[in-house]
């Protein structure tokens, strides 16, 4: 089987040019011609009402301070800048936290304002090639509505879409803090299946450096599996303190009743963090395997090669000592001397073998 090769990916340029004010909409992705998706869930205890926006503008006639109604407005398109600035105005969200929303490679964080909560995190899930795929993805949490935006179509959110349709469980009877909540457990949710994914791969990868059928390019495959795991950390790991931020928050948009599962998704988290511990301990662990592995099968290949060398070490002493040209060597001048001396040979080589296998170095 040819090795495989790996080919050395270019550094990718920075967009955001050095030396802009703060609060200056840069984005930063590469999805540069993603269309503007806009979606709405408008729900109740009682009804629900769910429709594709064609314009940002259609979003505005949605936040008001006295409705009962919950309203999800999710935005895919973070290309598209003056949509993003224009119901950043509407809904009064900061410059420096719609910038942060654009800025795809924004570590998790938090952020709190007197009228609304921010929370930007990374969703996880593996594409159709079975490669990681990380995306942004940002929560502006208000009175009565949670704005989320996405990079492009996609996302972990079908079963939490449902559930809204449908009323199962208490997503339609409870607030916008619930409904983050459940936006917020969805992503988590999905880490599990990545980090099993993930957990299958060293195992599968551990099994056959034990049993030796490693490939050839089992240290590409080890390597992956180091990135994986870095951009699992990098995504969970500021995610705990974010969830227990929101926790111990005394904001009025945080619903008392509403703390108990974000302590659920907090607890999520440390699992998920302890479990990428472990995975990437294993992995480290899986090279030191393979560098084992290897001088193993070395040791093996010398030790039969000095076996070899051994036996034959004495056979050619003796076919040294009876190949000089002396004439006064008396044996040479016996009719059965050649046979004799092949005898002897081979005595002595079934000696040495039955002598190696009794020290069970065979």
Not at 57 to 65: C, I, L, R, T, V
Request: hydrophobic share 40%; proline share 3%; glycine share 4%.
């Amino acid at each position: 089987m040819a090795k495989k090769t790996r080919t050395k990916k270019p550094r990718q340029k920075p967009k955001q040019k050095p030396g802009l004010s703060p609060g200056t909409i840069v984005y930063t992705g590469e999805k540069e011609s993603q269309k503007l998706y806009i979606e709405c869930f408008n729900y109740s205890p009682e009804h629900i009402y769910e429709k594709e926006l064609k314009t940002i503008e259609e979003a505005f006639k949605y936040k008001s301070e006295t409705t009962n109604e919950v309203t999800w407005i999710n935005i895919n398109g973070l290309n598209h800048i003056d949509a993003i600035e224009k119901i950043g105005a509407h809904y009064n969200i900061h410059p420096l936290i719609l910038e942060d929303i654009a800025n795809i490679s924004q570590r998790p964080k938090f952020d709190e304002f007197v009228h609304y909560i921010s929370v930007n995190m990374k969703m996880l899930y593996y594409d159709a090639n079975d490669g990681l795929s990380s995306e942004q993805i940002s929560f502006i949490l208000g009175h009565n509505y949670v704005l989320s935006f996405q990079e492009a179509e996609g996302d972990v959110f079908d079963d939490l879409r449902e559930r809204i349709r449908q009323g199962k469980g208490r997503i339609r009877t409870l607030g916008s803090d619930y409904l983050l909540y459940a936006l917020i457990d969805n992503v988590v949710d999905h880490y599990y299946v990545v980090i099993e994914a993930i957990g299958e791969k060293i195992e599968d990868l551990e099994d056959d450096l034990f049993n030796g059928l490693a490939k050839d390019h089992v240290t590409t495959q080890i390597q992956d599996l180091k990135r994986e795991i870095l951009r699992i950390r990098r995504a969970i790991f500021p995610l705990r303190d974010i969830i227990n931020r929101i926790e111990k928050s005394e904001h009025s948009l945080i619903n008392e009743k509403t703390l108990p599962f974000f302590q659920d998704v907090y607890d999520h988290t440390v699992q998920i963090n302890e479990n990428t511990e472990i995975y990437r301990e294993m992995v480290w662990g899986l090279m030191d395997m393979y560098m084992t592995s290897i001088s193993n099968k070395m040791n093996e290949v010398m030790k039969v090669l000095t076996i070899i060398s051994t036996i034959f070490i004495p056979l050619t002493f003796i076919a040294g000592i009876y190949g000089m040209n002396f004439d006064k060597m008396p044996e040479l001048h016996y009719k059965h001397s050649y046979p004799i001396l092949l005898g002897v040979m081979a005595v002595m080589f079934i000696i040495m073998i039955i002598y190696f296998k009794r020290k069970k170095w065979l």
